[in-house]
């Protein structure tokens, strides 16, 4: 009888530990550099820290929900490795990437705000007389060429596109005055360069059509569309990625982070969030 007892209650304890282990499942928030992500750890409740491989991750609840936070420190081999553990060691539920870029879309301005819809490299491909041939990569395992544009999860963007209606984020002063985030979908380019030239901000555009350059988003993206992973990737403009970028990018660092944390923290706090 004791014997039936105790088997009882241990197939009862691991039932409800994997309820609630499927009902408390996470979500990943990363960000290449400090600033990307202090804002968001002032606001974790019940924070824990686990360190792998020298990188912090914070686990804890953000919005009611549960996340886990690392910075990735900045460039695409950075991002592939800090996303790689964070996949291996939490098994997200989904992967949203936050932080600054160059807006390189000439309606967009510092402070304003790109809700990322595809990415890709801009710097994966063939260097040519006057150009640069840009190829998709290609998965080393099963060898399958992987899609020259990461298209984010489109229930995160369905969210995120919604939110951007209606939230309210720090207002930017500009030569102008002060004005409120202009907040777009678009596609988001990826390169291990920081981009400051008017002719290379043009070329990205004019070659693939992009809003927004940085030097992260689609190596997460590449990592989580290979291990099958929803993500999304949401950045805050701090320059035109013009000659004048290095200026701006000093000037509005700080506010832009803010403002792409904020726009991550209403995303988790939207009734379908993941």
């Known amino acids: 009888m004791r014997t039936t007892i105790l088997l009882f209650f241990c197939i009862t304890t691991i039932a409800t530990q994997a309820q609630i282990k499927n009902t408390t499942a996470v979500t990943g928030i990363l960000g290449a550099f400090g600033e990307e992500i202090k804002y968001l750890?002032?606001?974790?409740?019940?924070?824990k820290e686990t360190v792998i491989q020298q990188v912090h991750?914070?686990?804890?609840?953000?919005?009611?929900?549960k996340v886990v936070i690392a910075q990735t420190g900045i460039g695409k081999v950075n991002a592939a490795i800090t996303t790689t553990l964070m996949l291996e060691h939490f098994q997200p539920r989904a992967i949203i990437f936050t932080g600054i870029a160059g807006?390189?879309?000439?309606v967009l301005q510092p402070g304003d705000l790109v809700i990322g819809t595809r990415v890709a490299y801009h710097d994966y491909g063939a260097i040519v007389p006057d150009s640069i041939i840009r190829k998709p990569t290609r998965n080393p395992f099963t060898l399958s060429e992987n899609p020259l544009y990461f298209t984010c999860d489109s229930a995160l963007v369905a969210n995120a596109r919604i939110i951007g209606n209606s939230i309210p984020l720090e207002k930017i002063t500009?030569?102008?005055?002060?004005?409120?985030?202009?907040?777009?979908?678009?596609?988001?380019?990826?390169?291990?360069?920081?981009?400051?030239s008017n002719k290379a901000a043009g070329d990205l555009v004019q070659q693939l059509q992009a809003d927004a350059t940085e030097m992260e988003g689609a190596a997460v993206a590449q990592v989580c569309w290979q291990q099958k992973t929803p993500f999304i990737v949401i950045r805050s403009m701090s320059d035109n990625a013009n000659n004048n970028a290095h200026t701006?990018?000093?000037?509005?660092?700080?506010?832009a982070a803010r403002n792409s944390a904020k726009?991550?923290?209403?995303?988790l706090e939207y009734p379908a969030a993941p």
Request: proline content about 4%; glycine content about 10%; charged content about 10%.
């Open 41 to 47: 750890l002032t606001q974790v409740q019940q924070q």
């Open 57 to 65: 991750f914070t686990e804890g609840i953000l919005q009611g929900k």
């Open 103 to 106: 807006g390189v879309n000439p």
């Open 174 to 196: 500009r030569s102008t005055g002060e004005q409120a985030p202009r907040i777009i979908t678009g596609t988001i380019v990826t390169g291990d360069v920081f981009v400051s």
């Open 248 to 255: 701006d990018v000093a000037a509005f660092y700080q506010i």
């Open 263 to 267: 726009f991550v923290m209403a995303i």
